[in-house]
């Protein structure tokens, strides 16, 4: 006899409840979206700077390379070239 109640029930859902459902589903969808946003702008930002970086260090090791030495503005001043500056 429990098998013929089952026949006229029917399974789903009211509007209701999938209306319910989309507007939880959107309101924790509306949270998360400035999160991952400020994350991938902070990754882009990062791969910027390696890329500054990497392209600063190649012209100082380029100069190093070509010159033999340390550029004089990244070197420290010696004890001599301090009494000049003053």
């Known amino acids: 006899?429990?098998?013929?109640?089952?026949?006229?029930?029917s399974f789903?859902?009211?509007?209701?409840?999938?209306?319910?459902?989309?507007?939880?589903?959107g309101a924790v969808a509306a949270m998360?979206?400035?999160t991952v946003g400020a994350s991938v702008q902070q990754r882009?930002?990062?791969?910027e700077f390696r890329t500054a970086y990497s392209k600063a260090e190649?012209?100082?090791?380029?100069i190093i390379?070509?010159?033999?030495r340390v550029p004089q503005c990244f070197?420290?001043?010696?004890?001599?070239?301090k009494l000049c500056m003053v």
Do not use: H, W
Request: aromatic fraction near 4%; glycine fraction near 6%.
């Open 32 to 34: 998360t979206i400035p």
């Open 44 to 47: 882009a930002r990062l791969a």
């Open 75 to 81: 070197t420290v001043p010696t004890a001599a070239q």
């Open 1 to 9: 006899m429990g098998l013929l109640n089952m026949k006229n029930k």
């Open 65 to 68: 390379f070509d010159e033999g």
């Open 12 to 25: 789903g859902f009211t509007l209701s409840e999938v209306m319910i459902a989309l507007t939880l589903i």
């Open 58 to 62: 190649l012209a100082l090791r380029s």
